[in-house]
């Protein structure tokens, strides 16, 4: 089983920052956390930012210049550091990874996180 856990989420006025972390734990034998996704009432989710097993990074528009991802792998810890957040940032923020469970199987799959929510006041 993987488990993915974000924290960080909370209440903050407009231009303020927030960091989010999401630990992942559990029994695998190859993990890659990959990306942060949110998802506002009434929208559908989508990537806010990505980063590959190279460290290449890949950021929605909405969100350069101002977002940054980062990965420490030693400890399977994904995060994203958000500065000058904006209302329309408000939603709830989703980790996921990709891996593999048995290391004689080339079988990955998805895992996401429960979520932390990000409300951004004007």
């Known amino acids: 089983q993987v488990l993915l856990v974000e924290s960080g989420g909370g209440l903050v006025q407009a231009g303020g920052p927030l960091r989010l972390s999401c630990a992942a734990s559990?029994?695998?034998?190859?993990?890659?956390?990959r990306g942060w996704y949110r998802q506002a009432p009434g929208k559908q989710r989508e990537l806010v930012a990505g980063?590959?097993?190279?460290?290449?990074?890949d950021y929605a528009d909405s969100v350069k210049g101002r977002f940054t991802i980062s990965r420490d792998n030693a400890k399977n810890t994904l995060y994203l550091q958000m500065n000058s957040l904006k209302p329309e940032d408000t939603a709830v923020y989703y980790c996921n990874a990709n891996a593999k469970i048995r290391p004689w199987s080339s079988k990955a799959t998805d895992y996401w996180g429960q979520g932390t929510q990000v409300t951004v006041s004007s």
């Open positions: 980063i590959s097993s190279s460290s290449t990074t």
């Open positions: 559990g029994n695998f034998s190859s993990i890659n956390v």
